[in-house]
């Protein structure tokens, strides 16, 4: 009798797992080859060593640069290669458009980034793109925004006089300022009660992004208590207040005549297309939110985690902090600082900020694609609906493309006469590209020149007596954030 009653309780639910596995393994066969998934877990028992990009290269060598990879009972298809990466984000960009549904984030489905490429994306991208056109256009707004918040961290910096600082939460903050200050038109004290709730669900969404994530992979996890689902009840107790009451507050002060940020930019560019007898799509309240919600978190982080990478390397490069400096002072003439105008005559800078993105690759993985139709990746077949991976992380540190990528060396970008040359990084994507390329990677690029071009006139970075040099691997997470070290920040003046 007890076996009886065992057995019915135990038994479906173990022909069930059964069931679900032969059926995944014979999914894998419609997929390019791969490694042979594990019973519940895929095969995320490769992933526990490395960081994962670097994970997803070694295993590129044995299966090739395009691979079927199991996580959970979500089969994805891995591309390592520029070619194919080429073709997923740009060349059949609009066949890989869309994105998974993540469990838990559906709300988040009504905004830019997370909606596949259907109208209700293109009107998003449309107003999001004419919004930031505000700033992208001259760049005065966005460089004048970054030039104020900088004179906030050169004072503090200035205070510490040569004492061994931890200084990658102040990058943080500084960045996350900028971006508060062209969102909402308010610079923030760093104890201030909203700001901090900013920073906190900031920090929580990232979390919260890789951990659901794993919950959509592996279905079964959603009947056990997770993580997941705690991070984000906080998010939107913390985050849904503080947008809904800046919006709110814009409305009531708006003038389009006289627009102070992209909210206002973004409720004009609303405004006016829900004016449209023709558009079949309606921008609300929720959808601009949540544009805000993508331009804090995709503004920040990136460029936070580059500008703190930047640091790292000038520690282990130290001849480049001269280098750069004796260039600016050239071009300065030492009585100013650079300007957006000075930008292409200081070649080694430009080198140098697009050699610290290609090695850090601070969005290695860029965001999961999904196919809207049956297509191809270098003539691998790809079925509709299938989820893609971008490595980005592999293009830009691959022997083929680069020599030494693993090396720090700014002059791969110089051409023979010294000067900066773009073109010469083929193998180069660290905004993405296509339909689905970072519509802020105009101001992303200020950003980083304001800053680190203040930063290198006005100090020079030393390792701290304390400590080894920092780390060259990343912390875990979505982006790769440097682990956390500790600088001597010295003034020149």
């Known amino acids: 009798m007890i076996l009886k009653v065992i057995g ?47 994970e997803f290269v070694n295993l590129g060598k044995i299966y ?6 199991s996580i959970g009972s979500i089969r994805y298809v891995i591309v390592n290669n520029l070619e194919g990466i080429h073709e997923v984000l740009i060349k059949k960009g609009s066949q890989f458009s869309g994105r998974p549904r993540i469990i838990y984030w559906s ?31 001259g760049l005065v707004g966005m460089e004048k925004r970054a030039i104020e918040e900088y004179t906030h961290l050169n004072k503090k910096l200035l205070s510490l006089k040569g004492q061994a600082v931890s200084i990658k939460n102040m990058i ?3 960045t996350l300022n900028i971006i508060c200050t062209i969102l909402f038109n308010q610079r923030y004290e760093q104890d201030d009660d909203e700001f901090q709730n900013i920073i906190k669900y900031s920090n929580l969404s990232f979390k919260a992004f890789s951990a659901s994530n794993l919950l959509s992979s592996i279905p079964w996890l959603r009947y056990f208590p997770t993580t997941a689902s705690k991070y984000i009840q906080e998010i939107e107790r913390l985050r849904d207040p503080i947008l809904k009451r800046k919006l709110q507050e814009h409305r009531k002060s708006y003038d389009e005549n006289n627009l102070r940020d992209i909210t206002d930019a973004l409720i004009k560019a609303s405004i006016h297309l829900n004016a449209e007898k023709d558009s079949l799509i309606k921008v ?39 280098k750069i400096f004796n260039e600016v002072i050239k071009v300065t003439s030492g009585n100013r600082y650079p300007c957006l105008n000075d930008r292409p005559l200081l070649h080694l800078l430009q080198a140098t900020i697009h050699e610290t993105l290609r090695l850090s690759s601070v969005a290695p993985l860029g965001l999961r694609h999904k196919a809207m139709e049956n297509s191809t990746i270098c003539d691998k077949p790809v079925l509709k609906g299938t989820l893609i991976i971008t490595n980005l992380w592999s ?23 010294g000067e900066f040359d773009y073109k010469l990084g ?68």
């Open 395 to 417: 293009i830009h540190h691959d022997e083929r493309y680069w020599k030494n990528p693993m090396s720090f060396y700014p002059e791969r970008w110089l051409n023979e006469t």
């Open 172 to 174: 943080e903050l500084t």
């Open 284 to 322: 609300t309240d929720d959808n601009i939110q949540f544009i805000l919600n993508d331009l804090i978190l995709a503004g920040s982080e990136t460029s936070s985690s580059t500008i703190t990478w930047f640091i790292v390397y000038m520690l282990h490069y130290p001849e480049y902090q001269d």
């Open 64 to 69: 090739g640069d395009i691979f079927g990879f």
């Open 107 to 137: 709300r988040t489905m009504n905004s830019l980034i997370n909606n596949d490429l259907n109208a209700t994306f293109k009107v998003l991208r449309k107003i999001t793109s004419s919004s930031l056109k505000i700033y992208a256009e």
């Open 8 to 54: 019915s309780i135990f038994f479906p639910p173990l022909i069930w797992f059964v069931y679900s596995y032969i059926k995944h393994l014979i999914e894998c066969l419609y997929y390019p080859k791969g490694p042979v998934p594990l019973p519940f877990i895929g095969n995320t028992n490769l992933l526990r060593k490395k960081e994962t990009c670097k």
């Open 426 to 493: 083929n193998a180069y994507i660290p905004f993405s590209g296509g339909p689905r390329a970072c519509l802020g990677e105009t101001l992303a690029k200020t950003e980083l020149f304001v800053i680190i071009s203040r930063l290198v006139t006005d100090f020079y970075f030393e390792k701290s007596v304390e400590e080894d040099l920092p780390r060259l691997d990343s912390f875990p997470g979505v982006t790769r954030s440097p682990y956390d070290f500790k600088v001597v920040v010295v003034s020149r003046s």
